[in-house]
């Protein structure tokens, strides 16, 4: 039996032609100008609020990367000193950058670990994965000499902060280097707190807890607050300048930093200038580190 119609649908069979009802109806049926207008706004307002979320979760998980390497690196750095009588991991080098014995030479922080850098000078691009002191402390894999072809392109994630944004130091310029990474520019991106900030680029008349002429570190009085591993933005100021090490905010430079104790804090804002201590680290073993340095006359 064929399906009786009614309504509309009827008057439209019989005659052909729609009442303005219908084609009131059949409007209804899409979305106008407007509506688009107003989901579009929305998906906008959605993806601007949803965006910044994003990248701050992706900068917290790139902090988390950052705090496990440093852990990493300071149980090695203990295990280093229980095998050296209680110093830290040290490389000393003359001005040409080879490798000496102390007393001779200087102390390179940077060179306490990591892989061959590129900056061509303080033993930086000779002294590598092979040399290191600190290496066979926190890598099990075998490393190729620092002297072989290998050892250009060998990588150690755990010496790479994942948020190293390289440095514009002033006193690099000299250098036809990249320096968008000071993983790849010093072989590590972490440093050892080996001196204090100051404001001449060609010495360090404050040295902290690697003793000028190398050794055990002075007894630190403050364990919670002074810092013993960091990324290299907690130098930003030293030599007196500004490296621009922005690499979690454009607005502000932080650290992230392993102390004395052994504890992790992350994100650590670094204050302006030659600031040794502030309410979260310092620089000094002993409040009065740089008086005491500056009376005695010795480092």
Known sequence: MARRLSGRRAFFVRTGRYTPGMLKAERRSGFTLVELLVVIAIIALLIGVLIPTLGRARQASR??????NLRQLG?????????????????????????VSRPQGNNI????????GTLPVLGI????????????????NNVPDDDSPEARDFEMDIFNDPSDRGTDAPQLAFFDVDRSSTYDLLGTSYNLND?????DPFDEPYPTLIPEQGGRPPRVSWPTRTWLLADQAVYNYDNGSDAR?????????????????????????????LVQTTKDYTFLPQPDWIEWIDNQGTR
């Open 195 to 199: 001196h204090a900030l100051d404001d």
């Open 125 to 140: 691009d000779r002294i590598g994965p092979q040399r290191r002191p600190l290496n066979p402390y926190v890598w099990d």
């Open 75 to 99: 149980i090695g750095i203990e295990m280093y000193k229980n095998d050296y009588d209680r110093e830290l991991p040290q490389t000393r080098v003359d001005d040409a950058g080879q490798l």
């Open 109 to 116: 922080g940077a060179l306490f670990g990591g892989k061959l």
């Open 245 to 273: 090490m922005y690499w979690r905010s454009d607005g502000r430079i932080t650290s992230m930093m392993l102390f004395w104790d052994m504890h992790v804090k992350l994100d650590v804002k670094v204050e302006e200038g």
């Open 63 to 68: 902090n988390t990367a950052s705090g496990s």
